[in-house]
């Protein structure tokens, strides 16, 4: 029979592959760039980038597959514990021209633990996918959430509420009035297999969750990739984009993870935005389309 972990290693690479050819026949210029890199400590991975595209600023749709011992730093700064582990996954972060269209943050990824006998001694499943536009149009915030909280009811309907708060309460950054980076989606981690949920159960749901990405973030693309735009939409894009950068190299566990295993710091860092803005004390206009946003951010909406 099929492993556990050969099963997840053909989702993510099947995901892969299905996203960049949706994200390519979106932009309708741009092509993913493939770059295959081995990690010196086990494993390796495919990164794949798309640039300068008519629609897609920057993005990356990466798979990485690595393993190794467990090291002193791991159990000290990560508390992991065991002889061996293993990391599996699929992370993508799309960061597109028009400030209109939104940045979008996905990630499914599984995670096994061996002992002394190379026998699993902890499985855990995690992802999901996030929105962060620059501009707030409800109805696509609706339609997204939508989107999500109609693949979370066909597995378990406790998912979704539980996973998008989960959400919103990871993607803050916490030094900046705990003001979140985005209008959230859902997300989960350590999710262990149990009586009720099976690791089969958790592959299939995981699986869904990646799909659904199509489904969720093209319709929106579509919708708003030809609305004209000016210089101060531009501004506004990369004042946010500095907000997405801050919560990436202070806070996100996987950027984390990913430089503490001796990770291919290119494809941890590829989720940064091509052009990015700071400015001292940068606050928008009472009642303006971006403070209408800012305040989205400030406190989380139940978009459904």
């Not at 996918?129 to 109609?150: G, K, N, S, V």
């Not at 089969?200 to 030809?226: H, L, M, T």
């Amino acid at each position: 029979m099929e492993s556990i972990k050969d099963k997840w290693i053909g989702v993510i690479q099947d995901l892969q592959d299905k996203i960049c050819g949706k994200l390519e026949l979106c932009d309708g210029n741009a092509t993913f760039v493939e770059d295959i890199w081995e990690r010196s400590g086990g494993g390796g991975g495919k990164t794949r980038v798309i640039t300068n595209g008519n629609v897609f600023e920057k993005g990356g749709v990466n798979t990485s597959v690595v393993y190794g011992k467990v090291a002193e730093p791991m159990r000290k700064e990560l508390g992991i514990h065991g002889e061996k582990w293993f990391a599996c996954g699929l992370s993508l972060v799309i960061h597109p021209v028009n400030p209109f269209v939104p940045t979008v943050h996905c990630n499914y990824r599984m995670f096994e633990l061996y002992d002394e006998k190379d026998e699993v001694i902890e499985r855990w499943f995690g992802g999901g996918t996030d929105l962060t536009p620059y501009y707030l149009f409800d109805e696509d915030a609706r339609f997204f959430h939508q989107t999500y909280r109609t693949v979370c009811d066909t597995f378990d309907k406790s998912f979704y509420p539980v996973f998008k708060k989960e959400c919103d309460n990871y993607f803050i950054n916490l030094h900046r009035n705990h003001e979140r980076r985005g209008i959230g989606g859902i997300f989960y981690d350590h999710q262990k297999p149990d009586g009720s949920h099976s690791p089969e159960f958790w592959v299939n749901f995981s699986r869904s969750c990646g799909y659904a990405f199509i489904d969720s973030y093209i319709p929106i693309v579509e919708r708003r990739k030809q609305m004209p735009y000016n210089e101060k939409n531009k501004f506004w894009q990369e004042i946010r984009r500095g907000r997405y950068v801050e919560f990436n190299l202070l806070h996100d566990r996987g950027t984390l993870f990913g430089l503490r295993t001796n990770g291919r710091t290119e494809s941890i860092l590829m989720s940064l935005p091509a052009t990015v803005r700071f400015e001292y004390n940068h606050q928008p206009e009472p009642g303006s389309e971006e403070d209408k946003l800012l305040q989205v951010c400030l406190n989380p909406v139940d978009w459904i």
